[in-house]
């Protein structure tokens, strides 16, 4: 197929065409290398672009307010711009997470823009950066109101996903936004655990080695860890405000996972005494492990409570791009306390003596607080 990426961002598009992926995802450089060679990829920052083709897919963000509540202007503000570009009768798919009903509010808004078009809400569920492994082995939720507009997504996503599962529109919005807030209370499940039997005085490792061990029913249990990004947590916010904020699971499981960090400090002066005027180190501050994408991310609310503590604090992250991280060498050198923020395989073999690590995720050894 011949694709077009449209963007406001000039300067992506930009490093586009150059050959380079703005972020990281496993096997993209070498398959953007060869779409470019082959002239099969064409990018414009401008909307005329459209005007050309009779399939769009969005994959714009769906963001929430300070209120946690979602915020519709960002569509409002797309379809205002794009509906003179788009076709008549094109397929439009939404990709993104949104707030159920929102799909149907697009319909509307080009329905007043004097604009037939078929729309169909097909969620993205890979895993950020193995998504070339994840859009072929995956199915895909083909969410669509009328025949014509689920027959032609079917027949879009059957040249990528291994099969395909048709429900409403609806049906599919909610269907996306249970995914990531199940995987958020899970993550919310195992911190509580952690902590319940931490601040207890019992060894954890010892807890989640007995419940695992040979017990299939179990499996499924994560281990303790930073449980973040830019969609599990505003995810279960919508989920939350679809419900009329009738949903105390959702909010029970952000006020435990948002309250780790919190808790690892406090654990941390339990253990060490008071951080004022010590040196600590983070190790990795992204949102998590092989990822470059610092959004959402709890090991910069670690390093916001520890400063509030009066903690000096150097973080460090191979891939995370930004003027406040310093090199590894340094962290470890002028660190009294090394924390790891985000189980990066780098910092499996960093020798750390075991009196200065705290550890949640047991990436470096037993979990150590």
Request: hydrophobic share 45%; proline share 6%; with cysteine.
């Amino acid at each position: 197929m011949r694709v077009g990426i449209y963007d406001i961002d000039a300067s992506a598009l930009e490093r586009i065409r150059g050959g380079t992926i703005p972020f990281q995802e496993r096997g993209a450089d070498a398959l953007l290398t060869a779409m470019l060679r082959a002239d099969r990829l064409e990018l414009s920052a401008d909307p005329r672009i459209l005007e050309s083709t009779s399939c769009v897919v969005f994959v714009i963000g769906t963001p929430i307010d300070e209120f946690l509540n979602p915020k519709l202007t960002v569509f409002r503000e797309a379809v205002a711009a794009l509906a003179p570009h788009i076709r008549k009768n094109a397929l439009l798919v939404l990709r993104s997470t949104v707030f159920p009903g929102t799909t149907e509010v697009v319909v509307e808004l080009f329905r007043d823009h004097h604009k037939e078009v078929d729309i169909a809400f097909c969620p993205e569920r890979i895993v950020e950066g193995q998504a070339l492994e994840e859009l072929r082995s995956l199915p895909e939720i083909i969410g669509a109101d009328t025949a014509s507009a689920g027959d032609r997504a079917e027949a879009l996503f059957r040249r990528l996903a291994p099969s395909t599962v048709r429900v409403s529109i609806r049906e599919a919005e909610v269907a996306k936004l249970l995914t990531n807030t199940w995987r958020y209370m899970k993550f919310a499940v195992a911190n509580q655990f952690f902590m319940l039997a931490h601040s207890a005085g019992i060894d954890y490792n010892n807890v989640l080695r007995a419940i695992r061990e040979d017990y299939p029913r179990a499996k499924d249990l994560p281990g303790p860890g930073f449980a973040a990004g830019p969609c599990l947590l505003k995810d279960t916010m919508q989920l939350a405000a679809f419900s009329a904020d009738r949903f105390p699971l959702g909010h029970s499981a952000m006020q435990v996972n948002e309250g780790l960090p919190g808790y690892v400090v406090a654990a941390m002066e339990r253990r060490f005494g008071a951080l004022r005027g010590r040196a600590v180190g983070v190790l990795g501050m992204a949102f998590k492990a092989e990822s470059d994408d610092p959004r959402a991310s709890l090991s910069f609310k670690l390093r916001r409570l520890l400063l509030w503590e009066g903690a000096n604090v150097l973080c460090t992250d191979p891939y995370v791009r930004d003027d406040r991280l310093v090199p590894l060498e340094r962290v470890l050198v002028d660190s009294e306390i090394l924390v790891i923020g985000v189980p990066h395989r780098a910092y499996r073999d960093v020798p750390i003596p075991p009196d200065r690590l705290v550890d949640i995720w047991g990436a470096a050894g037993p979990i150590s607080l």
